[in-house]
Protein backbone atom coordinates (compact mmCIF):
# COMPACT_ATOMS: atom_id res chain seq x y z
CA UNK A 1 0.00 0.00 0.00
CA UNK A 2 0.86 3.48 0.06
CA UNK A 3 1.68 3.82 3.12
CA UNK A 4 3.85 0.72 3.27
CA UNK A 5 1.40 -1.45 4.80
CA UNK A 6 1.84 -5.18 3.19
CA UNK A 7 -1.39 -6.41 1.70
CA UNK A 8 -2.29 -9.39 -0.25
CA UNK A 9 -4.97 -8.57 -3.00
CA UNK A 10 -6.68 -11.24 -4.11
CA UNK A 11 -7.05 -11.94 -8.54
CA UNK A 12 -11.02 -10.80 -7.40
CA UNK A 13 -9.81 -7.72 -5.73
CA UNK A 14 -10.62 -4.52 -7.72
CA UNK A 15 -10.68 -2.17 -5.29
CA UNK A 16 -9.39 -2.41 -1.59
CA UNK A 17 -9.31 -0.28 1.68
CA UNK A 18 -5.98 0.01 3.91
CA UNK A 19 -6.77 -1.45 7.30
CA UNK A 20 -3.32 0.43 8.24
CA UNK A 21 -4.23 4.24 7.09
CA UNK A 22 -7.65 3.58 5.54
CA UNK A 23 -6.34 4.84 2.07
CA UNK A 24 -8.16 3.31 -1.05
CA UNK A 25 -6.71 1.86 -3.29
CA UNK A 26 -7.83 0.85 -6.96
CA UNK A 27 -5.87 -2.06 -9.29
CA UNK A 28 -6.50 0.15 -12.25
CA UNK A 29 -5.17 2.98 -10.74
CA UNK A 30 -2.21 0.86 -9.91
CA UNK A 31 -1.69 -0.57 -13.30
CA UNK A 32 -2.03 2.73 -14.93
CA UNK A 33 1.42 3.92 -13.02
CA UNK A 34 3.09 0.96 -13.47
CA UNK A 35 2.77 1.46 -17.18
CA UNK A 36 3.08 5.09 -16.64
CA UNK A 37 6.66 4.36 -14.45
CA UNK A 38 7.88 2.04 -17.35
CA UNK A 39 6.95 4.68 -19.87
CA UNK A 40 9.14 6.78 -18.32
CA UNK A 41 11.97 4.32 -17.57
CA UNK A 42 12.31 3.87 -21.66
ZN1 LIG B 1 -2.19 2.23 4.32
Known amino acids: MVCGTK ?8 EFTCPSCGSWFN ?12 ALVI
Open 7 to 14: VELKPSDR
Open 27 to 38: RDVASALVIKDS
